[in-house]
C-alpha cells in the first residue's frame, strides 16, 4: 500500500489557531486522510483512529513497520472512555495532573479502536496534547486521532513544519504550520497495564515526576530489532537516526572530549566530514578542528536540550556530514529522554561510558 497526496500548507497561529484552517483539515481527517499537526512534543501524523483503512495510510506515508504501535490522541479526559476498556485509580490520578501533557498511558484497548492502531495489542497508547492547534482540530474533527511523529520512519522527529515536508511531502494531505515545538521530544510512556506500572519511553514527563505519584514505577530501558513487536512507540534500538552515523561519547571528563578531538581527526584524515554535537561548554574543545559544530545550548538547560536535539541532527545532516560525535551524559530529568534519543539514533554505539 502507498499513499501519495497533494501537500497543502496552511498556516496557523499557534495560540489563536484559525477557525477556517482547523475545519478544513478536521475535514481530511474525516475523509480518511491525513494531517500533520503541532503537538508541545513534536508534529504529529494524524489520522482517524476509529478508521482501520486511514491508520494504514500512516504506516505507508511513514514507511512504518506495523509492529510499531501508534499513539491515539484525544481532546478531553471524558474521551478516554472512547478509547479504553477501563481506566483504573491510578490512570485517573496521572490525568488529573498530567493531561494535557507529555504523557502517553497504555490502557486496555476500547473495541472502536482496531487493532492496527496497536499493533495487534489488546491494549492502546493515549494522550491529551496541550498545544492550542492539536486540541483545536481534535475538537473540529469530533474524532479521536492517532498519531506518530510526522517523519519518515527511524528519521529525527520533526519540531517545524519544515522538517515535516522535508520528509513527507507528497504523502500527507494539509501540514498545519504553527512554528517550532516548545518540549521537543516526545511524550514520556507509562504502561498501566503491568503491575508495577513501567515506563516504556522516558519524554516530555521526567520519571522523577511520575514517581511522585506511584512511587513503584518502573524504567528498564529496551531496545527492540525491527523484526520485534513493540508495545510502544519509539522502543526500536535504530530510532530518531540522521542519515549520517552517529556516534555517541558518554563520559563527563576532559578525557571524554580529548578522545572525540582525537576521533575526529582520525576521520577527517579518512576523508571523513564530520559533525560535533555537544553543549555550549565543550565547543570550545573542536574549535581548531575542521569540523561542523552544533550546541544542545547550556549544559545545565536539560529542556533546552531537548528542544533543540532533533533539528540539531538534521541541521547537521543538510551540512552533509559523514559521521556525527555527540557527547551527552545527563540521564536525570528530562535528560534521560535526551539520552535515550541519542542511544537508539546511535544505534546502540555508546563510547568512553562511565
Known sequence: MSYRAETRVLPVDALHPDAEAIEEAAGVLRRGGLVAFPTETVYGLGANARDADAVDRIFAAKGRPASDPLIVHIASIDMLDQVTQ??????RELVSRFFPG???????????????VSAGRDTVAVRM???????????????????????LFS??????????????????????????TTVGVESTVLDLTQEPPVVLRPGGVPVEALREWASDVVYTPRYLG????????????????????????????????DAMGIMAAALGGDDK??????TDDAQAAFA??????????????????????????????????????AHWSAREGVGLAVWDRLVRAAEGRVLGAE
Open 226 to 257: 525491527s523484526d520485534e513487536a513493540a508495545s510502544a512507540p519509539g522502543m526500536l534500538l535504530k530510532h530518531y537516526s540522521p542519515r549520517a552515523e552517529l556516534r555517541l561519547f558518554a563520559g563527563s571528563g576532559q578525557a571524554t572530549l
Open 129 to 151: 496534547p496541550s498545544h492550542p492547534v492539536a486540541l483545536a482540530l481534535l475538537r473540529a474533527s469530533g474524532l479521536p486521532i492517532a498519531a506518530p511523529s510526522a517523519n
Open 86 to 91: 477501563t481506566v483504573p485509580p491510578l490512570a
Open 288 to 325: 581548531n578542528l575542521p569540523v561542523e559544530r552544533v550546541s544542545l545550548g547550556r549544559a545545565d538547560d536539560l529542556e533546552g536540550a531537548a528542544r533543540r536535539l532533533f533539528a540539531a541532527l538534521r541541521d547537521l545532516d543538510s551540512r552533509g556530514v559523514d559521521v556525527i560525535l
Open 273 to 278: 566530514r564530520v559533525g560535533i554535537l555537544t
Open 102 to 116: 507529555p504523557l502517553t498511558l497504555v490502557l486496555r484497548r476500547h473495541p472502536s479502536i482496531p487493532p492496527n
Open 155 to 180: 528519521r529525527p522527529s520533526p519540531t517545524t513544519a519544515q522538517h515535516v515536508l522535508d520528509d513527507l511531502r507528497g504523502r500527507v494531505d494539509i501540514v498545519l504550520d504553527s512554528g517550532a
